[in-house]
C-alpha cells in the first residue's frame, strides 16, 4: 500500500506529500514499505562542493558518508524563509551510501565530491496490531508527524477516541502495583507473582463485590501506582461497563446513539484531562501533552513549558511540541537557542515561518545575539585595557576603540547577524528597534570582508536596515524616507523587482505616512498593490476621503465608494457638531 513520503525527482510517482505518523486501527499485521528520497538542499543546477547543506537534527536521521553522499532534510530548504527548488537531476552511485540511524545531525555538511545520493530506496517493515498507534515515534526523523501511516485506510472509532488510545498504548511501562497492602511482602519482590496477586483481587473484588466497586479499586490502585495510562484505560472500562458496552474492542463511538455518544465522550474528555493533568504534575510534558491535545485543551502544557530549562533530557520533544504544534512558539525557539544556539534557533524561526507571538520569537534572538557582541567585546576590551566596561551599549564600547576591529576580527558570527537583521521591518518594539541600530552600528565598523553585498535596497545590509530601524524609532524620518525612496527610483526594476518601493511603501506606512504610501503603490502593478495595505485603505486611514472616492470611482470599487461617502458624512456630522 502507498506510504507518505516526500516525493522527489527520482521518487516513484503518485504518491501524496503526506507526513508519518501513526498507524491506524486494524485487525491484521501489515507491510509498510517507506521509500525515502535523499537530495541536495539548496537550488542548483549542478552539485557544487562549496555548497552548505543546513541538516537540521530530528528530521532525517542518517549517516552521512563524508566520502561520496551528502544528506539533506528532504524538501526543508536551507536558509531563513528560503524558497528555491533542488536540483532535479542527482547522481547515482553503486557504493557508499546513506544508512539508517537515530542520531541527531545539528551542523553544517559540505558535499566532498561534486554528487550527492539520489532515489535511494529503503524498506522499513512495521508490524500493525489492533489499535497500535505510532508504534515507533520516528523522531529521529521529524520533531512531530502528522499523518496516517497508511494513508485511506480508515478507523470507525470517533477521532476523539482514536487519539486518546493512541496514547494510551503506547506511552507508558505496563501495569506495575508500587504499594499493595493485601499483597504479601514477598510477593512483591517478584513482579510475576505481583502481577498473578493483583490478578486475583481483581477476579475476586468482582466476584463477590460490585464490579463497579471492583473498577473503582482498580482505577485508585493504578492511581497511586503512578501507572496513568492503564488508569485512563481503566476509567474508560468502567464507564463501558456502566453504559452496557463491550468492555474489549468496543465498536467506535459514533455508532452510539447520540445520548450515550455524548455521555461516553465527556468521560473521556474527563479522564484524558485528569492523565495529562497526573503526567503533568510528575514533570512528564511530553507524556501530558497528546492527551489534552485529545480535548484541545493546551494551556496546561504551555504552562509547564514555560518553566522548561533546556538543559532538560527531553528537551528536543518539549521543542517538538512547543513548535511543531505551535502551542507556544517563543518557549520553543528559547529552548532551541539553550540547547542549540543561535545558528540553530535563527534557522528555525525562519524554517517554521512562526506567526504566534512571532515578535517574542524576534525579541528573543535580538537580545541573545546582541548580548553575545556586548559579551565577546566585553571581553576584548578587559583583556587590553584590564577591566570590562559598564556600558552594554555598543556605540559606547566601540566609542575610542577602534583597535577593537581589524580585517578579519568579529565578536559574533556575520552570518548570524545578516539573518536576524531582515526582521527589522517585522517589530515595533522600541528595545528591540534600539538593539538592532547598535548592532548595524557595529556591523559598519567591520572590515569589508564582512560585509555582503545584498539586494537594493539593502546592498549594504548595516546601512539599508540601520536606517530602516531609526525611522521606525522617529529618528531623521525624512532624512531616512528619502533616502529609501530614491533607492526605489533608481533600482533597475527589470533586474531587481519592485522589492525596493515595497520596502518604502511598508516604512512609510509604519511611520503613519499613509497617503505617501497609497502614491508610491500606485506605481506598482495592480497584482502587488495590496501589502501592507490596498490603497483604499492607505487612503482611508489617511483621512483622504474626497481622494479615497475619486480612486473608488476609477477603480469600479464600489465599497471603497461607499466608505468614502460615508466616512465623510460622519467627518461633516462631527465638524457641525463642534
Not at 177 to 184: E, F, G, L, M, T
Not at 244 to 270: C, V
Not at 294 to 306: K, Q, S, T
Not at 340 to 369: E, S, W
Amino acid at each position: 500500500m502507498n506510504q507518505a513520503i516526500d516525493d522527489g525527482p527520482r521518487a516513484i510517482a503518485d504518491i501524496a506529500h503526506l507526513s508519518v505518523n501513526k498507524v491506524v486501527a486494524q485487525n491484521r499485521d501489515n507491510l509498510v514499505v517507506r521509500f525515502p528520497v535523499v537530495d541536495h538542499s539548496q537550488t542548483a543546477n549542478w552539485a557544487g562542493v562549496e555548497q552548505n547543506v543546513a541538516v537540521l537534527d530530528l528530521f532525517f536521521g542518517q549517516h552521512a558518508d563524508i566520502e561520496r553522499i551528502s544528506i539533506c532534510p528532504g524538501n526543508i530548504l536551507a536558509g531563513a524563509g528560503a524558497a528555491a527548488l533542488r536540483n532535479a537531476f542527482t547522481a547515482k552511485r553503486s557504493r557508499h551510501k546513506a544508512i539508517e540511524r537515530g542520531a541527531d545531525v545539528g551542523v553544517m555538511l559540505r558535499p566532498f565530491q561534486r554528487q550527492v545520493a539520489g532515489g535511494l530506496v529503503k524498506l522499513v517493515f512495521h508490524r500493525v496490531g489492533w489499535n497500535d498507534l505510532d508504534i515507533a515515534g520516528d523522531n529521529a526523523r521529524r520533531f512531530i508527524t502528522g499523518g496516517n501511516a497508511v494513508p485511506g485506510v480508515r478507523t470507525e472509532h470517533h477521532p476523539v477516541w482514536l487519539h486518546v488510545l493512541k496514547v494510551a498504548r503506547s506511552t507508558a511501562p505496563p501495569c506495575r502495583i508500587a504499594d499493595n497492602s493485601d499483597v504479601a511482602p514477598e510477593a512483591v519482590e517478584n513482579e510475576t507473582a505481583t502481577r498473578n496477586a493483583l490478578f486475583a483481587e481483581i477476579e475476586r473484588r468482582i466476584e463477590t463485590e460490585d464490579p463497579g466497586a471492583a473498577f473503582d479499586w482498580l482505577i485508585e490502585r493504578l492511581r497511586d501506582s503512578r501507572d496513568y495510562r492503564s488508569m485512563f484505560e481503566a476509567r474508560l472500562m468502567r464507564k463501558r461497563y456502566e453504559m452496557g458496552l463491550p468492555l474489549l474492542q468496543p465498536e467506535g463511538a459514533a455508532s452510539l446513539p447520540e445520548d450515550a455518544r455524548q455521555e461516553y465522550q465527556n468521560e473521556m474528555i474527563q479522564a484524558a484531562r485528569e492523565t495529562g493533568g497526573l503526567f503533568l504534575s510528575g514533570g512528564d510534558i511530553l507524556r501530558a501533552w497528546p492527551y489534552f491535545r485529545a480535548i484541545g485543551e493546551a494551556e496546561p502544557v504551555m504552562e509547564a513549558l514555560e518553566s522548561a530549562q533546556g538543559d532538560r533530557e527531553d528537551a528536543d520533544g518539549l521543542i517538538a511540541i512547543a513548535l511543531q504544534e505551535g502551542i507556544h512558539p517563543r518557549k520553543g525557539i528559547e529552548l532551541v537557542l539553550a540547547k542549540h544556539g543561535m545558528c540553530r534557533a535563527i534557522n528555525t524561526l525562519g524554517m517554521f515561518q512562526i506567526q504566534k507571538d512571532r515578535d517574542q520569537c524576534i525579541a528573543l534572538l535580538v537580545r541573545g545575539l546582541h548580548a553575545e557582541i556586548v559579551d565577546r567585546m566585553g571581553r576584548a576590551i578587559e583583556g587590553e585595557e584590564g577591566i570590562r566596561p559598564e556600558s552594554r551599549n555598543l556605540p559606547e564600547m566601540m566609542q575610542g576603540r577602534d583597535w577593537l576591529f581589524g580585517e578579519w576580527t568579529y565578536y559574533v558570527d556575520t552570518s548570524h547577524l545578516a539573518s536576524i537583521l531582515p526582521y527589522v521591518p517585522e517589530t515595533d518594539d522600541q528595545e528591540i528597534l534600539e538593539l538592532f541600530v547598535e548592532m548595524c552600528e557595529y556591523g559598519k565598523r567591520l572590515s569589508a570582508n564582512f560585509h555582503y553585498k545584498g539586494d537594493p535596497p539593502f546592498e549594504d545590509a548595516y546601512e539599508g536596515y540601520g536606517r530602516y530601524a531609526n525611522a521606525l524609532l522617529g529618528r531623521n524620518v525624512d532624512e531616512n524616507l528619502e533616502w529609501f525612496r530614491r533607492k526605489a527610483d533608481e533600482t533597475d526594476v527589470d533586474r531587481y523587482g519592485d522589492i525596493p518601493r515595497q520596502a518604502l511603501i511598508r516604512l512609510l506606512a509604519s511611520v503613519g505616512r499613509y497617503g505617501e504610501a497609497a502614491s508610491e503603490m500606485e506605481k506598482l502593478p495592480r497584482e502587488l498593490q495590496s501589502e501592507p495595505l490596498t490603497i483604499p485603505q492607505l487612503l482611508y486611514l489617511s483621512e483622504d476621503y474626497a481622494r479615497l472616492r475619486e480612486f473608488a470611482r476609477e477603480s469600479g470599487d464600489v465599497l471603497a465608494f461607499a466608505a468614502a461617502i460615508a466616512a465623510r458624512s460622519e467627518e461633516g456630522t462631527k465638524k457641525k457638531e463642534k
